[in-house]
């Protein structure tokens, strides 16, 4: 019997910049092309382009120019998907993600992050960058050449537990295009 | 052939007959200052197929693992059927278990519109009322997209493909363009699955509903066809069916017919918040938006069928 995942173990608290209706969120679909599953909120997407009716793909991660998008909610999420295989089909909600702009200016908690390392306050991060990796869309602060590996955010208050005893990380939302290829 | 120099005449007699005449001038002004429509809009249809019910934070049901509302929907179980024994036996055991199914919610919401408050005084429609109105159509047809989207996953996802839990096609291709035959064919689609459902509500768009209007006294079966050509479609049954007509021709393809079986048959449609329009002034700055909550999920797609006429 799998262990119960509770609604804190995957999450995005905005610290300091949102809620306000003047933040900076993008909403979109997930790419069919990816098959990481779950997407979990907290974890960083970017914009790869447009359906034929104008709505916005995501893929997990950023590169290169790709602008990051800071999950709010990810596509285990009930206002997202509610999948019923042949049992039934939902009419709502339509699979719609919606995120913080990496451009703006917040302060922001994830827990999706690579927990094997430790921040140093002001390090840089990115999100790795794959459509099919179980770590896709995580925080790292690995492997980083600066205006080569694009940057998503600098380390804030720094790798804490949270009250509902889970790992989180603090940043500020930072994005440093790098000259990398974008994909 | 219309004559644009005496229908223009003919407007601005009446125009100059209007202002010329006591009391009539605010009508002339009115007609004047009316503004140009460009864009018709409808009602949802959604609505129509699977009526809105009211849910109340108190009907939803508490997951452990999420906050975000739901709600639990038993579903009729199937039972194995009866059979013939002799004398002196017993029954098999079937231990009752049931299937059931989860509706959980989301949000539509407008545009945020803005705008400062003396550049609305430059308006003479109220431009205020006529954008809200739009907006909250617009949610309709939001709605109405994810409707027909599931309706169409539901039923095997594209046209000939079988359902998985009927097994039956129940998206059909049916020769013969729009005929009193291709339709009467279309009717038979939904009581071939195993669960005998009749189609009971109809869906066509404005552009379909005109090939019915070019049926000959035959085909259509005395002077109904004489009142069509006279006065064209109003009828709201026919075929046995309640007929709706639909302008959203990206959802209701031309030619083609979405049929639906009576709601309790299909899913829910609930509403946890009602349509509500939230409006700001600060300063001299006004904005709006409209949003409701709602939920909705097709618990069963044996209720579901589409034709299209080739």
Redesign the interface.
């Known amino acids: 019997m799998p262990t ?4 804190f173990d995957h999450a995005l608290s905005p610290l300091k910049g949102w809620f306000s ?1 003047y933040a900076i969120d993008f909403s979109g679909k997930l790419d069919a092309t990816v098959t990481t599953d779950p997407v979990y909120a907290g974890r960083v997407v970017h914009c790869s382009g447009y359906s034929s009716t104008g709505i916005p793909q995501f893929k997990p991660g950023h590169n290169g120019r790709s602008v990051p998008i800071f999950l709010l909610n990810g596509t285990d ?4 998907n ?1 999948p ?1 295989g ?9 699979g ?1 993600l919606s995120g913080l702009v990496g451009i703006a200016c917040y302060e922001l908690e994830s827990t999706e992050f690579d927990t094997a390392q430790t921040y140093l306050h002001n390090e840089y991060l990115r999100a790795v960058r794959s459509d099919s990796a179980a770590n896709a869309g995580t925080l790292t602060n690995q492997i980083i050449t600066l205006y080569t590996t694009s940057v998503c955010a600098q380390v804030s208050r720094g790798k804490r537990t949270n009250q509902h005893g889970v790992s989180t990380l603090s940043f500020w939302t930072h994005f440093l295009p790098g000259s990398e290829a974008t994909s | 052939m219309p004559n644009p120099r005496m229908e223009s005449q003919m407007l601005n007699e009446a125009i100059f007959e209007q202002l010329s005449t006591p009391g009539q001038e605010k009508q002339a002004a009115d007609a004047i200052n009316e503004f140009t429509r460009t864009t018709m809009r409808e009602d949802g249809v959604y609505r129509k197929v699977i009526p809105p019910l009211t849910i109340t934070p108190d009907d939803l049901d508490r997951q452990y693992d999420t906050d975000k509302p739901s709600k639990i929907i038993d579903k009729e179980p199937g039972n194995p059927p009866a059979v013939s024994l002799p004398f002196g036996t017993l029954p098999v055991n079937t231990y009752i278990l049931g299937p059931r199914y989860r509706v959980s919610f989301d949000r539509i919401v407008s545009p945020r519109f803005v705008k400062d408050v003396v550049e609305l005084q430059t308006w003479s429609m109220d431009i205020r009322q006529v954008m809200s109105d739009n907006a909250i159509k617009d949610m309709l047809t939001e709605e109405d997209s994810k409707f027909f989207a599931t309706t169409n996953t539901a039923m095997g996802g594209s046209q000939g493909a079988t359902n998985p839990t009927t097994g039956v096609v129940q998206w059909q291709a049916i020769s013969g363009g729009v005929s009193r035959n291709s339709l009467e064919e279309a009717k038979k689609i939904m009581p071939r699955t195993p669960f005998h459902l009749e189609a009971v509500t109809a869906i066509v768009n404005n552009v379909t509903i005109k090939d019915v209007e070019k049926w000959g006294r035959d085909e259509m079966g005395g002077d109904f066809s004489q009142d069509l050509v006279k006065q064209g479609w109003s009828e709201k049954n026919f075929l046995g069916l309640n007929f709706i007509i639909t302008i959203k021709r990206d959802l209701v393809p031309d030619d083609s017919m979405f049929m639906y079986a009576d709601p309790k048959f299909i899913g829910k449609n609930f509403n946890l918040e009602d349509t509500t329009m939230y409006i700001k002034k600060e300063a001299y700055m006004v904005e709006f938006f409209a949003y409701q909550c709602s939920g909705g999920a097709i618990g069963h797609s044996g209720g579901l069928a589409r034709a299209d006429f080739t």
């Open positions: 119960p995942v509770m609604m209706p999420q009930l206002d997202v509610n019923g042949n049992h039934w089909k939902s009419i709502a909600p339509a719609f």
